[in-house]
């Protein structure tokens, strides 16, 4: 037998006295059930759903729905009993845009009609235009030359050759426990991230070049396929020009069905001569540059003064209502409000709800946000950061604290589409799984299963996960969301599943009970440091 050592000894007698505090948080199983009662007998998540997809519709950042939207929620969380519900600008944002009339069609060699959106933050054609096409490959500054003089009065038929495939899987997808168990898993730092993220740089950074190449050339107009391989009508739409006041883009440009643009590169690949229509009406607005974030609150008692926090973005993009991106993160924060106020909480801390825009241009609402409030980096003064929040860019310097970023215990954010909870990611915070552990119990009936100390990207919790408050996003099942919905003329109302958004509502609500009832605050994990000037973070 080996002799143990006393650093055994000690190692043994830790994990002892540490494995009894994955029971201990306290969880009051009465108000679950009466969550649960609520959010699945009384729910008015789809009536939500449909005021603000349906009466709304689409919410582009600087667009009029957008500050519809921002109005339409503060009158909704009001008319729930909450309180202090108002518009908190930030900003200056830049332009705003809105498409007014779309509609393309062939005219030669055959007359048809074609599935088309305009892009955003680009111009309209001032009336019918028509003109030739020709096939345009540019994958980088080395291609403009063969293209010098070449395209001037033609419409650019723009994008790599697409790959139509059939569906051979399901478009639709839970998480299966073998999936689950492996998103448990923690996946080690390392390159891949900052390589995304260069070339993610290089994309924008070579769209404005191309754009500015395109109009020096004197192109009529641009027409793409957007991304995905699927086809079927499903069209992914987003920008072709900058928001940023002086950056616009002069050309107008339109994304078409993935199969009719794949018709007319054939066409002009056997040397057809393909002619088209385009009438296209966008409206720029210049008269506010400020834009608008919706906060409300069920104010608190004896810890009035610390606050836990849910969110989810406000904004879509253009081509569909913006149901699963992000409407329904939207009216499943809403809902959970709505829910503790219909259980008659009566919180020790404030309960704070924060619908941001200006998401899908950089997490722009919620940063200058909590930079006003929380935290923040110091300022960047490069042309592409010039006004712009750093909280997520390292290289800007060490963050500075404010006095208020202590008072917030926590902050919940759902941003992944429609599907169900699942779980947790934990941001590297290792402190917190024994508490979310406790919460998770009273929802493994439900799917609400899976802890993880992984990191995920590309939504608001990293806004206050960068200036040191906890923050975190739920595993989804991921549905249809990229496959068919996200970024799409798809993402609309009938895409949403209700018995996925209640059991959201549910567990939120019950989590942002349990955050603001219990005895401490959430245990913080250290704030990244600065990196040197020249090196790049994420800024999504």
């Not at 991106?325 to 404030?350: C, F, H, W, Y």
Request: overall charge negative.
């Amino acid at each position: 037998m080996k002799k143990v050592s006393s650093y055994s000894l000690l190692l043994v007698l830790n994990v002892i006295l540490i494995l009894p505090c994955w029971s201990q948080e306290k969880v009051d199983l009465e108000m679950v059930s009466r969550i649960r009662y609520e959010g699945f007998r009384n729910s008015k998540v789809m009536e939500l759903a449909s005021g603000l997809m349906d009466g709304i519709g689409p919410r582009l950042t600087g667009s009029p729905n957008a500050k519809r939207a921002n109005e339409w929620t503060r009158d909704q969380l009001t008319s729930f009993g909450l309180v202090n519900a108002h518009l908190e600008s930030w900003g200056p944002f830049g332009r705003g845009w809105a498409n007014d009339f779309v509609s393309v069609r062939m005219l030669s060699p055959d007359v048809a009609p074609l599935i088309a959106y305009a892009k955003a933050w680009t111009p309209g054609t001032n009336g019918v235009m028509k003109g030739k096409c020709i096939r345009v490959k540019i994958d980088d500054k080395k291609d403009f030359e063969k293209y010098h003089g070449k395209l001037a009065g033609l419409i650019a038929l723009l994008g790599p050759d697409p790959e139509v495939k059939t569906v051979a899987q399901p478009m639709f997808e839970r998480l299966s426990d073998k999936e689950l168990a492996d998103v448990g898993q923690y996946q080690l730092p390392n390159e891949k991230a900052e390589l995304r993220v260069r070339e993610y740089r290089k994309r924008i950074t070579f769209q404005k070049e191309l754009n500015k190449f395109l109009a020096e050339e004197k192109v009529l107009a641009v027409v793409d396929h957007g991304y995905g391989s699927f086809g079927g009508g499903t069209v992914f739409v987003q920008s072709g020009g900058s928001w940023k006041t002086g950056e616009t883009s002069t050309v107008p440009a339109v994304t078409v069905a993935l199969e009719q643009w794949d018709r007319i590169a054939r066409l002009l690949e056997h040397k057809k001569d393909v002619e088209l229509e385009l009438n296209v009406a966008n409206t720029f607005y210049d008269d506010d540059s400020m834009q608008y974030n919706t906060i409300a609150e069920i104010s608190g008692s004896d810890k009035k003064d610390e606050v836990v926090m849910v969110g989810a973005h406000l904004d879509s993009w253009h081509s569909g209502t913006g149901a699963t991106d992000n409407g329904a993160g939207s009216v499943v924060m809403m809902e959970a409000m709505r829910i503790l106020k219909a259980v008659g909480v009566k919180p020790r801390r404030t309960i704070r709800i924060g619908l941001w825009t200006g998401e899908e241009q950089g997490l722009l609402g919620s940063q200058f946000y909590v930079q006003q409030h929380f935290g923040s980096r110091p300022p960047m003064d490069t042309p592409d950061m010039k006004g712009m929040p750093t909280l997520r860019r390292r290289e800007a310097g060490p963050v500075t604290v404010k006095p208020e970023q202590a008072k917030v215990s926590v902050y919940f954010n759902v941003d992944n589409g429609s599907g169900k909870l699942r779980g947790v990611y934990l941001q590297e915070n290792a402190a917190v799984a024994p508490i979310f552990e406790g919460w998770i119990e009273p929802f493994k009936d439900l799917g609400m299963t899976t802890l993880t100390m992984r990191n995920t990207g590309g939504t608001d919790h990293l806004s206050f996960d960068a200036v040191g408050i906890p923050g975190f996003q739920f595993i989804q099942d991921p549905l249809d969301y990229d496959t068919r919905t996200h970024h799409s003329n798809m993402d609309v109302y009938d895409r949403l599943q209700a018995d996925d958004l209640k059991q959201a509502a549910v567990i939120v609500a019950t989590f942002v009970y349990n955050a603001a009832m219990r005895d401490g605050t959430f245990p913080r994990k250290p704030i990244e440091g600065p990196l040197p000037k020249d090196a790049e973070t994420p800024d999504e």
